[in-house]
């Protein structure tokens, strides 16, 4: 093979493997379920890794209004099959985007949205084709752009997580005729009640 052979076929090689890059998520999708007064419940969100980092330094690169988008890539959506009481708050059954206020002091929040999400190409241009059309949240002005859909807010409680979890974690454990639902990332974990509707 020619020197200007082998070199095309590098730099061809190197763009494929780029464009592979592109298009693998940078995070494993996960999903956690559980049941809320016999009805299913169901969470779909990306699973970001500490890699070495700790929670508290990935909280220093939220926006000012402290929203994470509760995962990684596409939307985090939570699906309820009925009617809920998610803490205090009752939510009707349906399909909502899923973010989390983490305040100063440990004093986190669980935030469900209407919104859906918007699609990646319409914020990317250079999104790759098999994902243009996936649904991404909002990454800045949460208030401002769906702030007004908001459906629930509810307090988390903080809690020692059972074991340390590099991947960041959605669960869900029987509780009464409901379910508790756990976030747990690093040696931290955050709790809500989800109870059938009063």
């Known amino acids: 093979m020619s020197k200007r052979l082998s070199c095309l076929a590098v730099v061809l090689a190197a763009s494929v493997a780029t464009a592979a890059l592109a298009q693998e998520p940078r995070a494993p999708r ?52 009925g009617d809920v009481m998610l803490g205090a708050t009752k939510v009707p059954a349906g399909r909502y985007s ?5 305040g100063e002091g440990n004093k ?49 409680k903080a809690a020692k997580a059972a074991a340390p979890a590099d991947l960041f974690t959605i669960s869900f454990a029987p509780s009464g005729a409901g379910s508790t639902m756990t976030l747990a990332w690093g040696d931290q974990a955050w709790t809500t009640d989800v109870q059938p509707a009063k």
């Open 98 to 102: 899923v973010y989390v206020h983490a």
């Open 30 to 81: 996960g999903a956690a379920g559980g049941s809320v007064g016999g009805k299913s419940v169901a969470v779909d969100y990306g699973r970001p890794a500490l890699k070495g980092r700790s929670v508290n330094e990935l909280l220093t690169k939220l926006p000012a209004d402290r929203m994470w988008r509760a995962g990684e890539n596409q939307v985090t959506t939570i699906t309820f099959a």
């Open 108 to 156: 986190w929040d669980l935030v469900l949205n209407k919104d859906q999400g918007i699609a990646l190409g319409k914020i990317y241009a250079a999104a790759p084709e098999n994902m243009k059309n996936e649904p991404w949240p909002h990454l800045s002005d949460y208030s401002g752009k769906i702030g007004a859909q908001e459906v629930a807010r509810v307090p988390l």
